[in-house]
């Protein structure tokens, strides 16, 4: 038989990946008279094109990374006397 309920329950949420691919964010949120409402989003859209403005910012950095090394050291940049 239940007597008591802890009205101290946590919220929790976070994200997790599952195999096939998909993101889904979470969270677990009490409600009063001992219930609990649970909520999923799909973050995989969102997460990809993230993933890729990521890599593709990364590249562009080390595109210009290599070209500043190049240039600094062209005979052309060199000062003249």
Not at 13 to 20: K, P, V
Not at 21 to 37: E, F, K, S
Not at 56 to 76: F, H, M, V
């Amino acid at each position: 038989m239940l007597t008591n309920f802890d009205d101290e329950r946590p919220s929790l949420q976070g994200t997790f990946e599952l195999y096939s691919g998909l993101i889904l964010d979470y969270a677990v949120t009490p409600l009063p008279n001992a219930q609990t409402m649970l909520t999923f989003v799909d973050m995989t859209a969102s997460a990809r094109a993230e993933r890729a403005l990521k890599e593709k910012n990364e590249a562009l950095q080390k595109a210009d990374g290599s070209r500043t090394i190049s240039s600094s050291t062209s005979p052309t940049n060199c000062a003249r006397r």
